[in-house]
């Protein structure tokens, strides 16, 4: 039987409740190599994963909607960074914000996961808090007030202060910023605004704090993915999909890569759309597809697959997907492989074994 890695937050991460969870060994082949024995006897027995985030070198999750955390550690990856610090940005592709507020008091909590590193600061009265990538925290675009800014700690903890925030220039003075979203990348963040009656969306580069447009009049419905190469847009009722390159400059038009038909655009990885997430009452199958931001080529990646795609900080991406052997796993998307998407194994996801041994717990 395989085992994860012996860190002790590996081990302890495999405490789960309800359900037998066991990482592959790092190294070992996507699929087709050697699986542990555990096997799930009925699919409706296999609980449904919820991801709640994800980093360069964890994940968090819970299972069949619980309200328990639990967290993941990939399998296919070197050694974490050993430290990091707010000043590089890319090191904070494992960093997780947590929010408290207390009052009009509005503090930010950050952890880098893999090294352990950790900052905290307050956010001026006035400023609400938007999102969080990395080490970034965007906060006010006409939601509490003022424009929107960029905001990171000066230091780690012990300090625990932040620079001045960085006003994000590109906007139109009194444009409303009605999305500001995370993606796949730490060194940009997706915002939407209104002005004068026309939607502008675009992507936020955080090492300028300067906007790029890549589409205008897009509904406000219209889902937004995208990584450090590709921003990718679908717009219903047909999932329409259409792509830019990132660094494109302002006005190039997007390429349309047709639609997505019954799924939907969840992640952006390497130079391929990820779809999945079938709509309810179209009986199409649960699975995760990709289409080729170079060409508009594509390939069923993961069949049949949990409905839920998750995008990672880091670029990659996180499904729950069965393999040819019956197992169900959570499957780490990153680019690489002859096709430019590689699916590694991280976790299997089971609760009833039928060779007679006990689920792992």
């Known amino acids: 039987m395989n085992h994860p890695r012996s860190s002790p937050k590996a081990l302890a991460a495999l405490v789960l409740v309800g359900a037998a969870v066991l990482g592959a060994a790092p190294g070992e082949p996507a699929a087709g190599g050697p699986v542990p024995s555990v096997r799930v006897a009925a699919e409706a027995s296999v609980p449904s994963v919820a991801y709640l985030w994800a980093g360069s070198?964890?994940?968090?999750?819970?299972?069949?909607g619980g309200a328990t955390t639990q967290t993941g550690y990939y399998q296919n990856l070197e050694p974490p960074l050993s430290s990091a610090k707010p000043s590089d940005l890319a090191s904070g592709a494992d960093v997780r914000s947590t929010v408290t507020s207390e009052g009009d008091v509005t503090?930010?909590?950050?952890?880098h996961r893999s090294s352990g590193d950790a900052t905290r600061f307050t956010l001026p009265r006035g400023q609400a808090f938007r999102a969080a990538t990395g080490w970034s925290v965007l906060a006010g675009g006409n939601v509490g007030g003022g424009p929107l800014r960029v905001w990171r700690a000066t230091?780690?903890?012990?300090?625990?202060?932040?620079?001045?925030?960085?006003?994000?220039?590109?906007?139109p003075s009194g444009a409303t910023v009605y999305r500001v979203q995370p993606g796949g990348s730490v060194r940009y963040v997706a915002v939407a605004y209104r002005y004068q009656g026309v939607s502008t969306v675009g992507l936020v580069d955080l090492t300028t704090d300067a906007f790029t447009p890549y589409a205008t009049g897009l509904p406000t419905s219209a889902q937004i993915r995208y990584n450090d190469r590709w921003f990718a847009t679908d717009e219903g009722p047909e999932h329409t999909l259409r792509v830019v390159r990132v660094g494109?400059?302002?006005g190039t038009e997007p390429t349309a890569l047709g639609d997505a038909g019954p799924y939907q655009l969840r992640a952006v990885v390497g130079d391929h759309l990820v779809l999945g997430g079938a709509e309810p009452d179209s009986g199409a199958p649960?699975?995760?597809?990709?289409?080729?931001?170079?060409?508009g080529s594509r390939r069923t990646v993961l069949d049949p697959a949990q409905s839920e795609?998750?995008?990672?900080?880091?670029?990659?991406?996180?499904?729950?997907?069965r393999d040819e052997t019956g197992l169900w796993q959570v499957y780490h998307l990153v680019p690489g492989g002859d096709s430019g998407l590689h699916a590694w194994p991280s976790w299997i996801v089971g609760e009833t074994d039928v060779t007679g041994e006990k689920p792992v717990r």
Do not use: C, E, K, Y
């Open 57 to 64: 070198h964890t994940f968090d999750f819970s299972l069949d």
């Open 107 to 111: 503090t930010v909590s950050q952890a």
């Open 155 to 171: 230091a780690l903890l012990p300090v625990a202060n932040s620079i001045g925030g960085m006003p994000v220039t590109g906007i």
């Open 248 to 250: 494109s400059v302002p």
């Open 286 to 295: 649960a699975r995760v597809s990709t289409v080729s931001a170079l060409d």
């Open 309 to 321: 795609v998750a995008v990672a900080q880091d670029g990659g991406a996180l499904a729950t997907a």
